[in-house]
């Protein structure tokens, strides 16, 4: 199952999933995240001789006694981080500062977790009438599969999917930390408060920055040249050579920018947004801002974080316009 929830998982959350399989609480704290359980190192046997037990050296076994379930072999080198560690973290962090945990859990029969955070007084941003929405996550596992990551997203972690597209994004911040589970994990652990300040940082600056879109004009036919400049594939040297699926996909983001959800047609940002609602994947009626967080699954991550790009370098567009016009005239 692409959610990735396994018989002994629990996701916990205050508002409802698209999987439906949470269990709703009104706060999340760490009793009742379902995370409040221990992961400990055990050695492994072979077998016996007559000294008594045979034991591999170099590996262990990654167990939860409480749960009486074995997650996995690490070896040696690996470092527990605890969930415990995880929440303790969180709270010194972002001391002083307003947060709620909207969801948490394990994936993969416990062998990775997650928390998943909103901060009340950095949490929602408008530009040009548009709400957006910023979370911060940290994901973690005790299989070795994942490092302990925490960073600032578009993406609600619920589930494996989410778990998996969340990291692809970390659209409004580039910063965060990453933490590997080795013997030096705790010191790194110890300066994340730091990274995850830096990241609040850059994610007012993002929004900065589309509000500065919002008020650079662009004509319409330079939006157009931009796009065939971006669109059209390295190879196409004049518009007869432009193929059809191209050509109906400048035209749908053309017609985006003029005509899309809350755009005017006059603005970098309503180039913006036409690139986000060309490549969302969810129908989302008259939502810019959730349609944007919407776009982070898939291709459309990429793109999108093209166009912010070149939206923000006035080289780089002057670029594709005069590529585009080329093209065009050719």
């Given at each position: 199952?692409?959610h990735?929830?396994?018989?002994?998982?629990?996701i916990t959350?205050?508002e409802a999933?698209w999987?439906?399989?949470e269990?709703?609480?009104d706060?999340?704290?760490?009793?009742?995240s379902g995370?409040?359980?221990?992961?400990?190192?055990s050695?492994?046997?072979l077998?016996?001789?007559?000294?008594?037990?045979?034991?591999?050296?170099g590996?262990?076994a990654i167990e939860?006694?409480e749960r009486?379930?074995?997650?996995?072999?690490?070896?040696?080198?690996?470092?527990?981080?605890?969930?415990?560690e995880?929440?303790?973290?969180?709270n010194?962090?972002?001391?002083?500062v307003?947060f709620?945990?909207?969801?948490?859990?394990s994936l993969?029969?416990l062998?990775?977790?997650?928390?998943s955070l909103?901060?009340?007084?950095h949490?929602?941003?408008?530009?040009?009438g548009?709400?957006?929405k910023s979370?911060f996550?940290?994901?973690?596992?005790?299989?070795?599969s994942q490092?302990f990551?925490?960073f600032d997203?578009?993406?609600?972690?619920?589930?494996?999917?989410?778990?998996?597209?969340?990291?692809?994004?970390?659209?409004?911040?580039?910063a965060?930390?990453?933490?590997?589970h080795t013997k030096n994990?705790?010191r790194?652990?110890d300066?994340?408060?730091?990274?995850?300040?830096?990241t609040?940082?850059?994610?007012?600056e993002?929004?900065?920055?589309l509000?500065?879109?919002d008020?650079?004009e662009?004509?319409?036919?330079?939006?157009l040249?931009a796009?065939v400049g971006?669109?059209?594939?390295?190879?196409?040297?004049?518009k007869?050579?432009?193929?059809t699926?191209?050509?109906?996909k400048?035209?749908?983001?053309?017609?985006?920018?003029?005509?899309g959800?809350?755009?005017?047609?006059?603005?970098?940002?309503?180039?913006?947004?036409a690139?986000?609602?060309?490549?969302?994947h969810?129908?989302?009626?008259?939502?810019?801002?959730?349609?944007?967080?919407?776009?982070?699954?898939?291709?459309g991550?990429?793109?999108?974080?093209?166009?912010?790009e070149?939206?923000?370098?006035?080289?780089k567009?002057?670029?594709?316009?005069a590529?585009?016009?080329?093209?065009?005239?050719?």
């Open positions: 199952m692409s990735n929830i396994q018989e002994l998982d629990i959350a205050t999933t999987h439906g399989l269990k709703r609480v706060a999340i704290d760490f009793e009742t995370l409040d359980w221990d992961v400990v190192e050695p492994i046997y077998g016996k001789d007559e000294g008594g037990l045979i034991e591999i050296p590996y262990n939860i006694p009486d379930h074995v997650i996995g072999v690490s070896k040696e080198s690996y470092e527990i981080i605890q969930n415990s995880i929440w303790e973290l969180i010194d962090a972002f001391t002083g307003d709620e945990v909207t969801c948490a859990g993969g029969n062998s990775k977790v997650f928390f909103q901060l009340k007084e949490q929602s941003y408008l530009v040009n548009d709400a957006f979370h996550n940290f994901l973690s596992s005790h299989d070795g490092c990551v925490g997203s578009h993406t609600r972690v619920v589930c494996g999917n989410t778990f998996k597209w969340s990291q692809r994004d970390r659209g409004s911040a580039k965060g930390f990453r933490v590997r994990a705790q790194y652990i300066n994340a408060a730091k990274a995850i300040e830096a609040l940082e850059k994610r007012a993002f929004y900065a920055s509000g500065a879109m008020e650079r662009i004509s319409r036919n330079k939006v040249q796009l971006w669109v059209a594939p390295k190879d196409v040297k004049s007869k050579d432009i193929s699926v191209t050509k109906n400048i035209r749908s983001m053309r017609m985006k920018f003029a005509n959800i809350a755009n005017k047609g006059e603005t970098r940002y309503d180039f913006f947004n690139v986000t609602e060309q490549f969302t969810h129908n989302v009626a008259s939502d810019a801002g959730k349609n944007f967080g919407a776009s982070e699954f898939g291709s991550a990429d793109r999108k974080a093209e166009a912010y070149f939206l923000m370098d006035d080289d567009l002057d670029a594709l316009v590529r585009g016009e080329a093209i065009l005239q050719g």
